[in-house]
């Protein structure tokens, strides 16, 4: 299943998974949830063995939540594919990402993903996976999840713009499931240029802080799953005593020498970015209270 709006990589998408070859026993089928207003037609036409579903884009409220909750409820299969517009699977990628629910009764499997052109920063923090078999959550750039997960689950909230997917794998894993993490369903993605990466590391960052408001008992396992949404929102937080105190800023050497090998300097504006997000997001929902 795709969401699309207006990415121009949707066509390199549906062209590779046109291209995936035929799994024995198994009736596949791909799903468009579409908000391009019609801009995309010629698309259809090209791809007409995909089923197109219209959906109106509204644009007073977030959507791409809503849309994979309306492409779930328009298919009838018993296990449901996601992945991204612009992302080009490679030739073996879905049977490797539905081996463990077909196989070994897994109930969420997550696949990995490499970059498309330029190296990106987001393949530099592929490497934090390392040999994990199972992860504490997953994107929908690549996720394969049963059915009737989804449903018990009660599928994405679509309160949510950025950040849903999440939410909803917290919501799986609360629920007693595990994520399966299977490197070798490969999707490539691209990621545009370093400016995009950190303007999309910001509003990630918003909607971390989002996640964590709504889950509240998941800030206990924040220092070990997620850092650095404790550590650079702190550090940007202190910055300023930096001018008298300038050991602040050599807190920095500790995740720039962590990475030598990972584009050191790009991981930690990056990590910068991410954690101006969550300060944001904290900032606003203050005022909110304060103004309620």
Known sequence: MVVNRDDPGIADTLAALSRLPPEPGWTVETIVVDASDGRHDDMRRVFSQVRWIPFEHNPSKPTIPE???????????????????SCVPDPGWLRA???????????????SHRSAGKRSIREEFSHFVGNRSYLHEASTLNLAVVRAVFERVGG???DFHYGSDIDFTWRAVHAGCRIKYVPDAVVAHDWGSAWSELRRSFVYGQARYRLYTKHPSRMRRAWRDDPEAICYPLFLLIAPLAVTSPWIVALLAIPFFKNLRHRPLLTVIDHLAYGAGILTAAGAGIVTKATR
Not at 67 to 85: C, K, L, P, T
Not at 99 to 108: D, I, Q, S, T
């Open 156 to 158: 994405f909230d679509e």
């Open 97 to 111: 990402l539905i081996h463990p629910l077909a196989v070994e009764g897994e109930m969420l499997a997550a696949g």
């Open 67 to 85: 849309q994979r909750n309306r492409g779930v409820a328009a298919s009838d299969s018993d296990v449901v594919v996601f992945i991204d517009a």
